[in-house]
């Protein structure tokens, strides 16, 4: 009985360890590049690979990001425009294709948002379940920077 007790406090212990590694992890995603940058000039922590990989990773997450609402936008503004006027290949397109053009620009940025809050999202749930996830193009860079400067 007291032996099921002990392993029972043990797991307990085990359980409610704080996990530095999980938790920098996890938040080098939550505010972006932001926070990245943040976990990567930490002193203690320039020199663990698995840290940086994850911070490295949400650097080129959220540039890709940047990179894509910046292109969306300025297809919107060169086709509809800025408030009452049309955009420069907005004035030149039939009535029903700039309608067209609008929905779609506007669904594509939808879709982007969503894709990357719900990439978001479960970034950070499963790196701080300490499960490994890696975006299949930008881990590989992600991975290559991080070990580059853990040798310093």
């Known amino acids: 009985m007291i032996e099921n007790q002990d392993k029972i406090e043990n797991m307990e212990i085990?359980?409610?360890?704080?996990?530095?590694?999980?938790?920098?992890?996890?938040?080098?995603?939550?505010?972006?590049?932001i926070s990245a940058v943040f976990v990567?000039?930490?002193p203690q922590y320039r020199k663990q690979p698995e840290i940086r990989f994850h911070a490295w990773q949400s650097i080129l997450l959220s540039?890709?990001?940047?990179?894509?609402?910046?292109?969306?936008?300025?297809?919107?503004?060169?086709?509809?425009?800025?408030?009452?006027e049309s955009g420069f290949v907005g004035t030149h397109l039939p009535v029903n294709l700039f309608s067209f053009c609008t929905v779609v620009l506007s669904n594509l940025s939808w879709s982007l948002n969503?894709?990357?809050?719900?990439?978001?999202?479960?970034m950070i749930i499963r790196v701080f379940h300490e499960e490994?996830?890696?975006?299949?193009f930008v881990s590989r860079y992600a991975r290559g920077l991080s070990m580059r400067g853990g040798a310093q």
């Open 14 to 33: 085990r359980n409610n360890q704080f996990n530095e590694k999980a938790l920098l992890s996890a938040f080098s995603y939550l505010f972006g590049w």
């Open 40 to 42: 990567l000039n930490i």
């Open 63 to 84: 540039s890709f990001y940047i990179l894509g609402r910046g292109a969306i936008e300025i297809l919107y503004l060169t086709v509809v425009g800025f408030g009452t």
């Open 114 to 122: 969503l894709i990357a809050f719900l990439l978001w999202l479960g």
């Open 132 to 136: 490994e996830f890696e975006v299949p």
